[in-house]
């Protein structure tokens, strides 16, 4: 790892899972992460990039867990998605953000996006392990799309929750919004209750049946959930 130890816009902590680069205008590129293939945690600051600077060699680092991109300039993030042990991704920018290429992603657990606008929210609700979002910029119509993720955590320009149940109860109480479980426990109790009235019905017109029927009304309750 000769290449970079000298140079103080790279640092490496000392146990040599983390590295801090800071690019300036005398910045090549990042084509020297190849001699850093085994880091954990990746911080890169854009304080002054040329005009050439893109995030592909990114790629040359698959083991990543944890990236933070600040200052950034850059609008095409494709490579991130191609970090399939990533699980926590931080992107700070005066520019749109589309989070398509994280698509099915299979690690990340958290991510906190800054950006002017963005495209492809309703992408996150297809991260199986994604628990923690929170985006500044986004519009607050906008967040409806992350109904179906399974959040524990989610923040944004407007508010902060905790809790999936409270999540839960932010979508349906601002948008209208139902689990999958609380729309089929809705459709039970409904034709319970349909059930119920046509049975009562009967029974009155037919109080020998009582018994019977009660064994059916049971039966049909225990089908029906």
């Not at 600051?45 to 990114?58: H, I, M, V």
């Not at 800054?114 to 297809?126: D, K, R, V, W």
């Amino acid at each position: 790892m000769a290449d970079g130890i000298n140079d103080p816009n790279w640092k490496l902590s000392k146990d040599r899972r983390t590295l801090s680069i800071t690019v300036q205008e005398n910045f090549s590129d990042l084509g020297k992460l190849q001699n850093y293939q085994n880091i954990k945690e990746l911080r890169i600051d854009l304080w002054k990039p040329s005009d050439n600077f893109n995030l592909e060699p990114l790629a040359l680092i698959p083991r990543l867990q944890k990236l933070t991109i600040l200052q950034s300039p850059e609008t095409n993030f494709s490579v991130v998605g191609k970090l399939s042990r990533l699980r926590e991704l931080h992107i700070s920018t005066d520019h749109s953000v589309d989070v398509t290429p994280l698509r099915k992603h299979p690690a990340i657990r958290k991510i906190h996006i800054e950006a002017s606008e963005f495209f492809g929210i309703g992408i996150l609700n297809t991260l199986p392990n994604l628990r923690s979002v929170k985006l500044f910029g986004v519009r607050e119509d906008e967040i409806e799309y992350l109904h179906r993720a399974k959040l524990s955590y989610l923040e944004t320009d407007f508010f902060k929750i905790s809790g999936r149940r409270n999540i839960k109860g932010y979508f349906y109480r601002v948008f209208g919004v139902q689990t999958e479980r609380a729309r089929k426990r809705k459709r039970i109790f409904r034709n319970v209750r349909e059930v119920s009235s046509l049975l009562r019905k009967y029974i009155v017109q037919h109080a020998e049946w009582t018994v019977p029927i009660a064994l059916v009304f049971g039966t049909l309750i225990t089908f029906l959930s």
